[in-house]
T-cell receptor
Framework: GQNIDQPTEMTATEGAIVQINCTYQTSGFNGLFWYQQHAGEAPTFLSYNVLDGLEEKGRFSSFLSRSKGYSYLLLKELQMKDSASYLCAVPSHTGGFKTIFGAGTRLFVKA | GAGVSQTPSNKVTEKGKYVELRCDPISGHTALYWYRQSLGQGPEFLIYFQGTGAADDSGLPNDRFFAVRPEGSVSTLKIQRTERGDSAVYLC?????????????FGPGTRLTVL
């Protein structure tokens, strides 16, 4: 089967850097997604990694290590509006259609 | 352009009733997904459509749940004999191409409350 683990909650200070980790277990690998979800709103796409390494996109970067079954999302220059849940997700190991989401990490940014 | 829309935004019903939840995907998007999200959890896959056909319905919890997409655009999720445990936010997502490795665009969800 597949399993995704990420911390339940994190707190960070405005202007700081925070790293949100995700470990996954899957018998096959078709890439890894990060989505952001503000309270009461729909998830929105942040990144998709299929190869090892760091991909930077503005203040957000995502890292993947396939051999370790590990990814992280790095948020720099934190802003209050970054307070949200961050969801790690992997496409089903059977291929095709199903995406398995982690429970999400709730990030609280304080002044 | 318009994003994914879902109606109603909120639905309160009584145990045992029938409900229909509607999803309008982004125009031209081939793939459509339904998810269920409970408080403090990530979205849980229910069903995937490619065009008009359900390519993967393995996430539907039981035969009280059914979904259709008759013309390959709008989709309706139908729940019969609702139970209190069905209470959750039901999310719809669409993607331009088939395959779960494509970015999904989510609608705002329908919050279903079964009393």
């Amino acid at each position: 089967g597949q399993n995704i683990d990420q911390p339940t909650e994190m707190t960070a200070t405005e202007g700081a850097i925070v790293q949100i980790n995700c470990t996954y277990q899957t018998s096959g690998f078709n890439g890894l997604f990060w989505y952001q979800q503000h309270a009461g709103e729909a998830p929105t796409f942040l990144s998709y990694n299929v190869l090892d390494g760091l991909e930077e996109k503005g203040r957000f970067s995502s890292f993947l290590s396939r051999s370790k079954g590990y990814s992280y999302l790095l948020l720099k220059e934190l802003q209050m509006k970054d307070s949200a849940s961050y969801l790690c997700a992997v496409p089903s190991h059977t291929g095709g259609f199903k995406t398995i989401f982690g429970a999400g990490t709730r990030l609280f940014v304080k002044a | 352009g318009a994003g994914v829309s879902q109606t109603p935004s909120n639905k309160v019903t009584e145990k045992g009733k029938y409900v229909e939840l509607r999803c309008d995907p982004i125009s031209g998007h081939t793939a459509l997904y339904w998810y269920r999200q409970s408080l403090g959890q990530g979205p849980e896959f229910l069903i995937y459509f490619q065009g008009t056909g359900a390519a993967d319905d393995s996430g539907l919890p039981n035969d009280r749940f059914f979904a259709v997409r008759p013309e390959g655009s709008v989709s309706t999720l139908k729940i019969q004999r609702t139970e209190r445990g069905d209470s959750a936010v039901y999310l719809c997502a669409s993607s331009l191409l088939a395959g779960a490795w494509n970015e999904q665009f989510f609608g705002p969800g329908t919050r279903l409350t079964v009393l």
